[in-house]
């Protein structure tokens, strides 16, 4: 299983973008796919995930009410998308899978994408 992310970019305070991780492979259904971020200096942190067989969600604190977590499974895509965008959600953004429920510890996820940076701007 392969990991493509993409979609980061600069963007103002209070704006919005779209992130998307591609997969190659075969995703089961009882896997969960998950959204990280990481800033220099910090591990990385959960920020939304996703179980891939009945698209059950899960949010960090932080992403609640501002963030959606998605996927078409027919695509192989799983999607983030951000509004209201703050400065404090600068960093890097990592899709990551792993076989069961999304969970927020990142020793648990098997597969890894390279990650895109967002930079949001005050």
């Known amino acids: 299983v392969q990991l493509q992310a993409s979609g980061g970019g600069l963007v103002q305070a209070g704006g919005s973008l779209r992130l998307s991780c591609v997969v190659s492979?075969?995703?089961?259904?009882?896997?969960?796919m998950s959204w990280f971020r990481q800033v220099p200096g910090k591990d990385p942190e959960f920020v939304a995930g996703?179980?891939?067989?009945?698209?059950?969600?899960t949010y960090a604190d932080s992403a609640k009410g501002r963030f959606t977590v998605s996927k078409v499974s027919a695509e192989n895509t799983l999607y983030l998308q951000m509004d209201s965008l703050r400065p404090e959600d600068t960093a890097v953004y990592y899709c990551?899978?792993?076989?069961?429920?999304?969970?927020?510890?990142?020793?648990?996820?098997?597969?890894w994408g390279q990650g895109t940076l967002v930079t949001v701007s005050s």
């Open positions: 990551a899978a792993r076989s069961g429920s999304p969970v927020r510890s990142r020793n648990d996820y098997n597969y």
């Open positions: 492979g075969r995703i089961f259904t009882s896997y969960a």
């Open positions: 996703i179980r891939w067989g009945d698209g059950r969600t």
